[in-house]
C-alpha cells in the first residue's frame, strides 16, 4: 500500500526534525499533497492514525493541503491549472507543458508544543 510507506517516510522525517530540534511534543503534521501525487487522502489519513502513535502521540493531527496540478507551457510560458489530466495549454494547440506542482507529497510545518498539553481544547 502506497500510502503507508509515504506516511512511514513522513513520520520518521518528522522525528527526525523533532529530535534534532530538542524534542518536544508534536501536536500536528501538516503535509502538502498534490492532485497528481496518486495518494488517496482517506488513505493517507487511515494510516497515519494507524501509525502515529507508534512514534507521536495519538493526539498527534495530520493536517492535508491537497494542491491542484498546475504546468506551465513550453512555449508560451504561461501557467495554468490541470483540469480532468488535459495536459495542453489553453493558448497553444501543440504546447508542450511540464508539471510545476501537484505530484508532490511534501512536510509543510510540524507544531510542537513543549510545554504541559491542554487537554479538551476544541480547535
Ligand atoms: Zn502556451
Redesign the pocket.
Known amino acids: 500500500m502506497h500510502e503507508r510507506s509515504l506516511v512511514q517516510r513522513l513520520l520518521h522525517q518528522v522525528q527526525q526534525i523533532v529530535a534534532e530540534d530538542g524534542g518536544g511534543r508534536v501536536t500536528e503534521i501538516r503535509v502538502q499533497v498534490g492532485d497528481l501525487s496518486g495518494v488517496e487522502p482517506l488513505l493517507f489519513q487511515a494510516a497515519f492514525e494507524e501509525m502515529v502513535s507508534d512514534l507521536f502521540s495519538s493526539e498527534c493531527q495530520l493536517a492535508l493541503d491537497i494542491v491542484p496540478v498546475m504546468a506551465v507551457?513550453?512555449?508560451?510560458?504561461?501557467q495554468f491549472e490541470i483540469v480532468d489530466f488535459q495536459f495542453q495549454?489553453?493558448?497553444?494547440p501543440t504546447?508542450a507543458?511540464q508539471v510545476i506542482q501537484g505530484d508532490e507529497v511534501k512536510l509543510i510545518s510540524i507544531n510542537v508544543s513543549s510545554d504541559n498539553p491542554v487537554e479538551g481544547v476544541a480547535s
Open positions: 507551457c513550453d512555449d508560451c510560458g504561461q495549454c489553453p493558448a497553444c504546447g507543458v
